[in-house]
């Protein structure tokens, strides 16, 4: 019996077994390949020079909001001037956690974020996630504010996001 009589019964012989193990074999070693690929692939650039790194890691550097670039006291939890969570740990603690969850989806609802896909199905999922009674309510603000502009951010000119 020839090999493709073989295949098309679906064949228990040694040729079977050796091909599967020969196909399994080859894709182990493209795996291995792309990794070692990946790994030894060219670094990027740093952004900054040695100097900028030594000054972001002394001790006077003082932490930034990520929103309005205000500067922070290093024990604050969420901004005073737009009220982003800026706290390194509020997201782990229990109590200041919800309202930082509360600052995110007032976000989504307010619009003040790059729309993708991405982004408005994250808003999505994690509403429905955190919230399944109120996700529906919060669905149709989301979707009610998708096609407006979104505000300014505080402490920014209206052209720079």
Not at 60 to 66: G, S
Request: proline share 10%; net charge negative.
């Amino acid at each position: 019996m020839n090999m493709i009589a073989q295949l098309n019964m679906g064949g228990d012989g040694p040729g079977w077994k050796i091909g599967v193990l020969a196909v399994v074999f080859l894709g182990a070693t493209g795996v291995y390949a792309f990794i070692r690929w990946l790994l030894t692939g060219p670094r990027p650039a740093d952004p900054w020079d040695e100097e900028v790194a030594a000054a972001l890691e002394s001790d006077e550097a003082v932490p930034l909001c990520h929103r309005c670039l205000t500067p922070q006291s290093p024990a604050a939890d969420f901004c005073p001037q737009c009220g982003a969570t800026v706290g390194q740990y509020t997201n782990w603690l229990p109590y200041p956690y919800i309202f930082s969850v509360g600052d995110m989806l007032r976000l989504g609802v307010a619009g003040q974020f790059h729309r993708t896909v991405l982004t408005v199905g994250g808003f999505i999922l994690f509403s429905l996630a955190e919230y399944l009674v109120f996700a529906p309510l919060y669905w149709v603000l989301l979707i009610r504010h998708r096609s407006e502009r979104p505000p300014p951010l505080p402490g920014r000119p209206v052209g720079a996001q």
